[in-house]
């Protein structure tokens, strides 16, 4: 089912090309991921479970949760839904769950070294990376998917914030206009760009931080080297325990963006959204756009948590939004038929009889993400669980530094928030390896202006949670000496 | 907890509603009432009519100082401007419309207020494209001029 008019979008799909999964023809379109023409060509069940042998279908999109790891021209343990498809590309099911026969031994390494090593492409990175640059620094920018961008290439809606962070403008846009500032520097021979590569190994360092990094599909290895890193590594999407979770047509709510919003694909025809904060209301929106119906959204708080004018979008088209009320279960065969969702007493508690069966071939969980900041943690740094920051977190000073002298860390990777505040943040660990380098020594002036204007951005009731994060992760830092 | 908050839908009460004579003009009325960190409208606006205490504050609408130009109806990112005109008997609608199909100018098309409720039915004045919106006039009954918020294009 792939969208074919978007009123903000427009898919200028690239030529035909037809791979094999399973030994049986399947037909995409270049730029596409695996898993996405997979979907496209009605193929739900990517993988099952190791145990119980249950299907599981595509939930994240993004290479953060494994169900769709398949073996790949040979490359075993592939995240399909990050490699675009190619003429001829043979795709199998997963390898059975032991240590696949793939020596790696052979293969090309590489060594590159830089000022400033950042790890994701996303908002934060990008910006960290430009900022850097322009002080003068020599970066090596690194990320894992086949674009730059990171969530923002997804976000079809115009962006809150102030003229400064791009507001009024479309998400979209802003990852377009990155990508080209960046693009601009590589050309200028200030930034070298490694895309489709993941860092996966801290090696320490003396005065020098050494990775490891791998573009499984080109099979080549990177030893990168730089006394500088910032760990910009987004976040991934969190689960919700009920029965049925794990059936192919539950997603998380950015999987089914990226499938509809980057390769327009729909995820399904009737949507039940689960969580009513931002991400789950402006998804909501999105899928209305996309053509997709949405049956309505459920959120266990008492209030809407994400801005009433959000809500309102939604609304005035006629989508319900159940507060107290949550999904008791999904049910299905190797596929969501639908949802049984219930109302929650003031103590959270499911009200007998309040169940109501909701038909839906789709559930998108919008409960929440995880900062992804397991590479600072094989590193070393201190760490600590803030709620507020969505987990365990690096603590991390005013300028983003962990307690790994030159290292930085930015955007979700730091504590979950918002993109805008994600592109401060990357300017401010960018300025900070700049100036960790000697490069920027009278950069206090633009330093304090970056501060203050996160600071103007958290000050209002919805920045609470970002503000009570980066409170404790100060005094967790000045507590740690970090 | 305000209804609104547990809703989604605002009621009239918690707007400043503009006057007859300001609506007789045609005016942009603001449904943003939270604290949010966002400011394009105040930018967008080029007789400074809207303001704002901080960037997390609410606007502040000046119907006197208002010419219903209706940069911040496509400006907004939450899509909550909307103009309002009524005059001589009739009433006019001005928001941004962000699906498919877009209506074209004599359409007629069907009224929906904040609740998703069908109203009535109206007819397109006009339709512009402004900073990668589309935004959309349609005629409405003068009573109706402060609850459509929304219409439903027969494809």
Not at chain 1, 107 to 117: F, G, M, Q, T, W
Not at chain 1, 291 to 305: H, K, L, N, S, T
Not at chain 2, 87 to 93: Q, Y
């Amino acid at each position: 089912m792939r969208v074919h008019q978007h009123p903000i979008l427009q898919f200028d799909r690239g030529k035909k090309v037809q791979f094999s999964y399973n030994g049986r023809p399947i037909e995409a379109y270049e730029g596409e991921t695996v898993a996405a023409a997979l979907h496209a060509a009605g193929v739900h069940i990517l993988s099952h479970s190791v145990k119980f042998h249950r299907p599981r279908g595509f939930f994240c999109g993004i290479g953060k949760c494994s169900s769709c790891l398949m073996r790949v021209n040979g490359v075993p343990n592939v995240r399909t839904c990050m490699v675009p498809v190619s003429q001829d590309m043979e795709v199998e099911p997963p390898d059975p769950p032991r240590l696949p026969q793939a020596p790696f031994e052979e293969h090309r390494r590489e060594e590159l070294d830089a000022d400033v090593l950042v790890v994701g492409a996303g908002p934060a990175g990008i910006c960290a990376a430009i900022e850097a640059a322009r002080h003068g620094a020599r970066v090596v920018l690194v990320d894992e998917n086949p674009r730059m961008g990171g969530q923002l290439v997804k976000q079809t809606h115009k962006f809150f914030g102030s003229r400064e962070e791009r507001a009024g403008t479309r998400g979209i846009t802003i990852a377009a206009e990155l990508e080209e500032e960046a693009l601009q520097l590589a050309r200028e021979g200030q930034m070298t760009i490694l895309l489709d590569t993941s860092v996966f190994g801290y090696y320490g360092g003396h005065g020098s931080h050494r990775l490891t990094a791998v573009n499984k599909m080109a099979q080549v290895m990177y030893i990168l080297q730089a006394p500088t890193v910032v760990f910009s590594c987004g976040a991934q999407e969190n689960m919700l325990a009920f029965p049925g979770n794990d059936l192919p047509g539950v997603y998380g709510a950015g999987g089914v963006q990226t499938l509809m919003n980057v390769y327009g694909i729909m995820p399904g025809r009737r949507v039940l959204m689960v969580g009513a904060g931002n991400v789950g209301l402006i998804v909501s929106y999105q899928l209305l756009q996309a053509g997709v119906a949405v049956d309505r959204v459920v959120e266990a708080m008492p209030r809407i948590g994400g801005y009433h004018v959000h809500a309102a979008k939604l609304r005035r088209h006629g989508v319900p939004i159940y507060t107290s009320h949550s999904v008791k279960e999904v049910y299905g065969g190797d596929r969501v038929e639908g949802a049984i969702v219930v109302r929650l007493d003031e103590n959270w508690q499911p009200v007998k009889g309040s169940e109501e069966d909701v038909p839906c071939d789709t559930v998108c969980l919008a409960v929440g993400l995880t900062p992804s900041a397991q590479l600072l943690f094989q590193a070393g740094v201190h760490r600590a669980y803030i709620p507020e920051a969505g987990g365990h977190v690096a603590i991390h000073d005013q300028v983003m530094e962990t307690s790994i002298s030159g290292t930085f860390v930015a955007g979700d990777t730091s504590g979950i928030e918002e993109a805008s505040t994600a592109m401060v943040e990357g300017k401010i660990a960018g300025l900070g390896a700049a100036i960790h380098l000697g490069l920027a020594e009278d950069s206090r002036d633009a330093l304090i202006s970056y501060q203050s204007t996160l600071q103007a951005m958290r000050e209002g009731p919805f920045g609470a949670k970002a503000r009570a994060a980066k409170e404790k992760i100060l005094q967790e830092a000045s507590h740690a000496g970090v | 907890m305000r209804e609104y908050e547990k809703t989604g839908v605002l009621s009239v009460d918690h707007l400043r509603l503009p006057s007859e004579e300001h609506l007789a003009r045609g005016v942009a009325v603001i449904e943003c009432v939270q604290d949010i960190p966002c400011n394009p409208c105040v930018d967008a606006c080029p007789v400074q009519a809207i303001s704002m205490e901080n960037i997390n504050a609410p606007p502040q609408m000046d119907y006197e100082a208002c010419i219903g130009c209706g940069q911040c109806v496509a400006v907004c990112p939450g899509l909550a401007i909307f103009l309002v005109k009524v005059d001589d008997g009739r009433g006019w609608v001005t928001l941004p419309y962000e699906m498919l199909p877009v209506p074209g100018q004599g359409d007629q098309v069907t009224l929906v207020n904040r609740e998703g409720e069908e109203v009535g039915r109206g007819t397109v004045t006009k339709v512009v494209k402004r900073r990668d919106t589309c935004v959309v006039t349609v005629e409405v009954p003068p009573a109706l001029a402060m609850q459509v918020r929304a219409i439903r294009v027969k494809p």
